[in-house]
């Protein structure tokens, strides 16, 4: 078992910066493929980013990066925009790193995030 827990969410004004991370405990980190995800009020969820693609809408203002020694995974948002505004997820995948939610067995409760225009 595989437990994830978002912080680092909240409001914040179109073109600042946000940080979020995920830390997991259970199985060993470094064993799982780790995914962000969101959702906006009203729509599906969709991938932002794993360790190997991006999202075309957050290409160049997102980044992914992963410390194994702390078991967390962060995801550095740029230049947010009005449109970023969401409940965003991480996950964990015991098999591969893909861009569908359905690949991915365990996830954490999301932490809110707000861009004010």
């Known amino acids: 078992q595989v437990q994830l827990v978002e912080s680092g969410g909240g409001l914040v004004q179109a073109g600042g910066s946000l940080r979020l991370s995920c830390a997991t405990s259970g199985r060993i980190f470094s064993s799982v493929a780790m995914g962000w995800f969101r959702q906006a009020a009203g729509k599906e969820r969709e991938f932002v980013a794993n360790?190997?693609y991006y999202a075309d809408f957050v290409k160049g203002r997102f980044t992914i990066s992963r410390v194994n020694a702390k078991n967390t995974v962060y995801l550095q948002m740029n230049n947010l925009k009005p449109e970023d505004t969401a409940v965003y997820y991480c996950?964990?995948?015991?098999?591969?790193?893909?861009?569908?939610?359905?690949?991915?067995?365990?996830w954490g409760q999301g932490t809110q995030v707000t861009v004010s225009s």
């Open positions: 996950a964990a995948s015991g098999t591969r790193a893909t861009m569908s939610p359905i690949d991915y067995e365990y």
């Open positions: 360790m190997r």
